[in-house]
């Protein structure tokens, strides 16, 4: 399917490139709608990948990019199950999220996000599966998931420990700030910072400029120069599922659903 | 080094700029979430133009608490 638009996100391929569009109010949160239509998208990309260079992830929503997962959605499934049942629930939602990464993360195309805004948990995550992020200058990335009793589940610890090493995933991740698109640029995690409203531009510009290259050699390059963390990748989703069974995980979520604030985790 | 009170000034003028309020409404001790009318999601975007213009980080958690101008310039003096 070369083009697409579903509840949660649109794709079509062009020029030799894919865009991919995250568009699902109030800020693109990653529930089961989304997955689903991730997961066709994985699919489509099998055939679409054959002809293309490039793959583009950006957003049109004003907030951001990505605030991250559902948690509301992840709070009200959870509830309507017998707590002996949650664990499998959850476990199941991050398995199949971390196959669409993974798919993408290896894909045989040069991949960018173009963020913009909220770039938070989940949505930090989706851009570190690319293999360069565009960044609008007032683009926020941030960890928040230790307020809430948890860890990053949808593979945000291991690439970017990958992409960055292992200083700033500490810093981000047990200190849970925001940082802003110059600092992501000066610790190599984002390669443009563009001027606001400009980061799918400057993302189109260099999807253009990738597809003048041979495709073979820019898959054997990718291949050679950005491993697939698995085992850290796997273990991250047992960390996370173990810590899920806490009470302070469901207290944490309970004030975050109960909240109306539009960033109930911050600062 | 600028003083706090040109600190504060510039503040306002920033404030005053991102929200499109005039900056006359402003006052130095307002509880800038009200005066505002924003939410933590704008004040983040206040934030990033504060770390763009004095060229300094701002960790989010040190603004906990923090809803007047003068105090956000304080906490922006001790990172100048």
């Not at chain 1, 697409?4 to 699902?24: H, P």
């Not at chain 2, 924003?38 to 958690?61: C, G, K, M, V, W």
Request: hydrophobic content about 40%.
């Amino acid at each position: 399917m070369r083009d697409f638009r579903g509840e949660a996100l649109s794709w079509n391929a062009k020029d030799g490139a894919i865009e991919l569009v995250l568009d699902r109010a109030p800020c693109n949160e990653i529930g089961s709608a989304t997955l689903a239509e991730l997961e066709n998208f994985t699919v489509a990309l099998e055939t679409l990948q054959r002809d293309c260079h490039a793959l583009i992830i950006s957003s049109p929503r004003s907030e951001g990019f990505c605030a991250g997962a559902d948690l509301r959605e992840l709070y009200h499934r959870s509830q309507a199950l017998p707590s002996a049942e949650r664990v499998a629930g959850v476990r199941d939602f991050v398995e199949r999220i971390h196959r669409v990464g993974n798919a993408i993360d290896a894909a045989p195309l040069t991949t960018i996000a173009a963020v913009h805004g909220v770039t938070f948990g989940g949505g930090f995550e989706l851009a570190l599966l690319c293999d360069l992020i565009v960044a609008d200058k007032m683009t926020r990335f941030c960890f928040p998931e230790l307020r809430l009793g948890l860890i990053p589940s949808f593979g945000g610890i291991p690439r970017l420990k990958r992409d960055v090493g292992n200083g700033i995933v500490r810093d981000l991740l047990l200190t849970g700030r925001s940082i802003n698109a110059t600092k992501a640029q000066a610790i190599g995690l984002v390669s443009q910072v563009t001027g606001e409203g400009d980061a799918l531009r400057v993302a189109r510009a260099t999807a253009a400029q990738v597809t003048k290259f041979d495709r073979d050699t820019a898959i054997a390059a990718k291949k050679f120069i950005k491993p697939i963390p698995y085992a850290e990748l796997e273990q991250e989703v047992d960390v996370f599922c173990e810590l899920f069974t806490r009470p302070t995980v469901e207290a944490g979520l309970r004030k975050f659903v109960e909240s109306t604030d539009a960033l109930p985790y911050l600062p | 080094m600028p003083t706090l009170q040109n600190t504060t000034e510039e503040v306002l003028r920033l404030a005053s700029e991102h929200f499109k309020i005039p900056v006359e409404k402003l006052n130095p001790h307002d509880d800038f979430f009200k005066t505002l009318g924003i939410n933590s999601l704008q004040a983040l975007d206040l934030l990033t133009r504060i770390e763009q213009h004095f060229r300094i980080e701002l960790p989010d958690y040190e603004l906990k608490g923090v809803s007047d101008f003068r105090t956000l310039a304080e906490r922006i003096q001790s990172r100048l």
